[in-house]
Structure formats: C-alpha cells, structure tokens
C-alpha cells in the first residue's frame, strides 16, 4: 500500500527523506568537527595568524550554512563578505600595530563564494546542456594555463585559479538554484543597499580618514591613493583600493539607475551617495564601464523603456552638476573628471599606451604563455610579499594574453562569445524576464569595455560580471522549465497512488483516482465507499 504523503508501504523513507537525513548529518558532523579543528590549528599558529583564522572562518561558517540550507541567499552573503574583508584586515593590522603583505583574510571571499559548488554539486544533473557547454569551453583554456602556471609560478597559480573558478561557478548556480524574478528583484536590491553601506563609509573615509585606514596608507607603499589626510585620499571605502571600491559601485549603480526595483531599500538617495562615492575615487575607466553598460541596455529596451531610461539618466546627470561643486575637495574632483575631454594629455593614458607598446614584444616572444599566477595580486605569493614583474597590469588584454598565450586567449574569448550567444537569445524573447538578460548584456559588453584598463574576468570584478551574466541567462530557463511542468501538469492529468480512507467501518484502501475528478468519478468512489462498508458489516 502506498500514499502520497507517507511514502512505501515498505516503511522505506522517500528520496527527500533521504535528502535531508544526509543534510542533517553532515551539518551535525560539521558543527562537530570543524571548532575542534579550528582549535587545533589555532593553538599551532602565531598570535596574528590565529587572530586572522578566527575571522576567516566566522565568515565562511555562514556560508556553509547557507549553501546547504539557504542556497539563494547565499550570493547576498558572498557579496557582503567581498565588501568588509579588506576593512576587516586593515582593522587586524592595526590591531596588532603590524601590516602583513599577505593575509589569510584575502581568502575570505573566494572561500565563501566557493561555497556555491555545495547546491551546484548536489543538482549538477539537472544542468541544461547550453550551460554544461559553457563549462566545458571555459575549462580548457583555463586547464591550459593552470598546467602552465603550476610548473611556472608555484602556489601563486592555486590563488589566481581560484580567482578566475569562483566567479564562474556562478553560471552553474543560477542554473540548478530555483531563483524567481522576485529572488532576482531581492538579490539586486540587497547590492545595492550595499554599494550604500560601501559609499556611506567611502564619503566618512573621504572626510575624515580613520586610524586604520591611514595606518594600512602608510605601509602599503601605494603611492597612486594619496595622503592619508581628509579630502587628500582616493577613496578605497571597506575595500583594498580604490579600483575595486569603484568597480563594486558601478555595478550596483547600473541596475539602481535603470528600474526603480532594484535600488534597494534607499531610492534615488542610494543612488547619489553612490555617485557622490564613485567620483570620490577618481577611477575614470569605471564611467566609461558605467556608460557602456547604461547605453547597451537602453539601446536594447522597446521605444518607451528607452525614454523612461534616458530621463531617468538626465535626472543623475543633473543632480551630479548641482551637487559636486558644493562637496568638499571640489576642486579636485573637477580636475580629475576634466581629464576626460583632454584624454590625449593624460599621463595615465600616455602610460597605457607605452604599456601596450612594450608589451606586444614581449606576448609574441612568448606565444605559450605565463601561465596562471603570472599576473596581479597573485604574483606575491612567490615573491616574498612583493609584486611580481607583470604584478601591475593596467591593460586586460595584455592581461590575458599573458596568462593563456596565444592558443589559449584564443579559446577563452571564444567561450565569452559563446556566452555573448546566449545572452542574445534572452534579449530577443518577449516574456517579462527580458530585462534580466538586457542586463545581463550590458555587463558582458560592459567587461569586454573594461579590459581596456584591467581584467576583469576574476577576483571581485569577476563575481560581479559573472553574477549579473549569470542571473540573466539562468532566470528564463528555470521559470520556462516550471511553466512547462505546469502546462504538462494540467495537459495531462496522471493518477495519484492509492489512498488510505476512514469511514465508520474502519480504514481501507482506496484505488487510484485521477487528479481530474468528474461527476462519474465521484458515483463510482461512492459507490465503492458503500460497497466496502457493507463487506465489513458482514
């Protein structure tokens, strides 16, 4: 005898029994296991060390939770983590009156964004085939240079790796995680009372400059962010520097211009203390990623999206021309911007091109490759804490030609054409999730813009793009999913398992029953119903 609600009659739990026994288990066994191992490991490290592993893992503990009980809440936490880890390290180290070069801290967000293979492993084998194809064409360039970088670059390849898989595992996860418009409204709505939270802290930095954020000033050797004095510092906010402060604000700005539902929980004056914030910075190549991405997505809206886009745009514009010259250090900020009409006369302009000439030699001598952790921040795990030859690199594609050679920069701008593909398959649908992948356009041509400054394929920049990429091409595909499911559902009425009913004879088995039930269904269920009560009458 079998029941819908309480499974075989063999007293077998069901397969989500089954499920959430094992959820329940390894959540047990981690809350277990992991203190005494932290304990362990702890009393075996340095005062500092210990101190930096204690906060590593209070971060990722939440996410592990999340992953195995809240899976789409779990990017909202990631990002939160991306946000404060830096201003966390810079509170350690001023804490200990020490600055480290290299911090067990800067794993903190790639750990817990790591944290998305957890429901990615556990539904891989509901993966649609154009995703799984995706995968596969940006794991061979990227299996090519790890090849390289681990025989060339040492532990600093297992860093960078992790910088470039992280951001791309969300292109799995938005694929098996059963995300809604609604869960998409929310997950860019709790980004941008984020980006608030960062331009908030960004602007009290810009006046005051706190002990610590003076104190990492001071011994980073970053002679590009100023002074450490009020209206004197480029704004870095809870973030490491000020590009990836204004990388992490523009990609909230776009969606909080464009619809009112993704400004989050402050409106329109979220979005002038992020403007405010962002001019801050002085990072000139995030208004021209924040002008490519607000132009695509409004090039690609019908007639009326486009005006209400356009007036919604002038309306920032002209807020920016009344409020900048009344903020403090005015005049600096003016300077900066003024930059952009004599882009020829600009130093850090003239820099980029010499770069680009002094490169090229240098990719053609070398058509294979440096490998992965040849390039950035990885560089100085190899190198003592310092950055290595190709640490600073202010051009992505020279970036990633460097990385993956010839044959494999070849293969990996295929893989993003592949991705471009899909995103225009979503813009060229009429359902009402076309703006997802309106926006998940503008941050494909946005990050292809962007390289003319650095790559923005990994680290923050990375799970950004990825994530506003991701969340187009995966919320067509599950909803159209659920609607054929209930199309089918309705189409083709299937029969339920038999039931167990009670009547005044006792309890027996009743037989299956379509789920459609028609008058005549109902005069032979009462008429079995009195039949059996007779037999048990005798």
């Not at 060339?152 to 799995?172: C, E, I, T």
């Not at 001071?218 to 704004?235: A, D, K, Q, Y």
């Not at 929980?265 to 001019?279: D, E, H, P, Q, R």
Request: charged share 15%; hydrophobic share 50%.
């Amino acid at each position: 005898m079998t029941s819908r609600y309480s499974g075989s009659s063999t007293g077998l739990p069901l397969p989500g029994n089954l499920r959430a026994l094992a959820t329940a288990g390894i959540f047990t066994a981690v809350c277990a296991v992991v203190p005494l191992m932290i304990g362990f490991v702890s009393a075996k490290l340095s005062s500092s060390s210990s101190l930096q592993l204690a906060i590593v893992s209070a971060l990722l503990f939440p996410a592990f939770l999340l992953a195995l009980l809240k899976p789409r809440l779990l990017v909202s936490y990631t990002l939160l983590v991306w946000a404060i880890a830096p201003e966390l390290r810079r509170l350690a180290d001023w804490s200990e009156g020490a600055y480290h070069t290299v911090s067990l801290l800067s794993l903190a967000p790639l750990l817990a964004g790591a944290t998305v293979a957890i429901p990615v492993m556990r539904e891989i084998h509901t993966i649609k085939r154009p995703f799984m194809r995706l995968m596969l064409l940006f794991a061979v360039p990227l299996g090519y240079a790890t090849l390289i970088g681990l025989a060339k670059n040492g532990v600093g390849s297992a860093y960078d790796l992790l910088n470039y898989l992280v951001p791309l595992l969300l292109l799995p996860y938005f694929a098996v995680t059963p995300f809604t418009a609604r869960d998409i409204d929310k997950l860019l709505g709790t980004y941008a009372n984020l980006a608030v939270m960062v331009a908030v802290y960004g602007i009290i930095q810009y006046l005051t400059v706190p002990a610590w954020d003076a104190f990492w000033m001071r011994n980073s050797g970053m002679n590009s962010i100023g002074t450490p004095h009020p209206l004197e510092v480029r704004v870095f906010s809870t973030l490491n520097s000020p590009g990836p402060a204004a990388t992490f604000l523009v990609f909230a700005l776009v969606p909080m211009i464009l619809e009112k539902r993704w400004r989050g929980a402050f409106s329109w004056i979220g979005v002038l203390l992020v403007v405010v914030c962002l001019l801050t910075t002085l990072v000139r190549a995030s208004w021209l990623v924040l002008l490519v991405m607000l132009l695509v997505y409004i090039a690609s809206s019908s007639s009326k999206g486009k005006w209400k886009t356009l007036v919604q745009v002038l309306f920032v514009a002209l807020a920016l021309f009344w409020i900048v010259p009344k903020l403090p250090g005015a005049e600096g900020l003016t300077a900066r911007m003024e930059t952009l009409s004599s882009i020829k006369e600009d130093r850090s302009y003239n820099d980029r091109l010499n770069l680009l000439g002094s490169m090229i030699p240098a990719i053609k001598s070398n058509p294979v490759g440096q490998g992965i952790g040849s390039v950035g921040q990885s560089t100085k795990l190899g190198n003592s804490g310092e950055l290595g030859e190709y640490g600073i690199m202010d051009n992505g594609f020279i970036a990633l030609m460097l990385t993956f050679g010839a044959p494999g920069g070849l293969l990996f701008f295929i893989a993003l054409g592949a991705v471009a593909k899909q995103i225009f398959g979503r813009v060229a649908g009429t359902n009402r999730l076309q703006l997802y992948g309106r926006l998940a356009l503008a941050a494909w041509v946005g990050a292809v813009a962007g390289l003319v400054s650095d790559n923005g394929f990994s680290g923050l920049k990375g799970y950004l793009i990825w994530m506003l990429i991701a969340l187009g091409l995966g919320a067509r595909e599950r909803m159209n999913s659920r609607k054929k499911e209930t199309a089918r559902a309705a189409a083709e009425p299937e029969a339920v398992s038999a039931q167990v009913r009670c009547g005044e004879a006792g309890c027996f088995e009743m037989p299956a029953v379509p789920q459609v039930v028609t008058a005549e269904t109902k005069t032979t269920m009462n008429s079995y119903m009195g039949k059996k009560t007779m037999d048990a009458n005798g």
